[in-house]
């Protein structure tokens, strides 16, 4: 076999792994997880990235507190991060907190501490982070 006619074989082969493998890898950073919690007073959005270590959330609360808080608990594994102050993000009821929320993968409860003129709630939701999103 000439060398030509092995990589007509060999090139398309090579093209289809790539592609079978960028497609289990996936394209990119993934998308925020988008959260909705109500609670007695407020309610929130969180857009959040779902990942071990520093992250990021971005939460929308209504009506507008004066402060909000996040923080981590993993139940099963006893697991709980340290509580981070949101700062104001734009808008009234917009805020972002930056910090390490999620230490391992698994199944997550994200807390959201808001506190305001109707009084202090904190306002659960799940998340799944990690592998097997």
Do not use: C
Request: aromatic fraction near 6%.
């Amino acid at each position: 076999m000439t060398w030509r006619r092995r990589a007509s074989f060999g090139l398309p082969i090579l093209m289809i792994a790539a592609g079978v493998l960028w497609l289990v890898q996936g394209s990119g950073d993934p998308d925020p997880v988008k959260l909705t919690g109500r609670g007695a007073h407020y309610t929130v959005r969180v857009a959040l990235e779902s990942e071990v270590g520093l992250t990021e959330a971005r939460i929308n609360v209504s009506p507008a507190p004066a402060e909000v808080s996040v923080f981590a608990v993993m139940p099963h594994m006893g697991h709980t991060s340290t509580e981070i102050a949101a700062q104001r993000d734009g808008d009234a009821g917009r805020y972002v907190a930056r910090g390490e929320l999620f230490t391992m993968s698994g199944v997550w409860q994200l807390g959201i501490r808001v506190r305001g003129g109707r009084g202090t709630e904190v306002i659960t939701v799940n998340t799944l982070v990690g592998e097997g999103e």
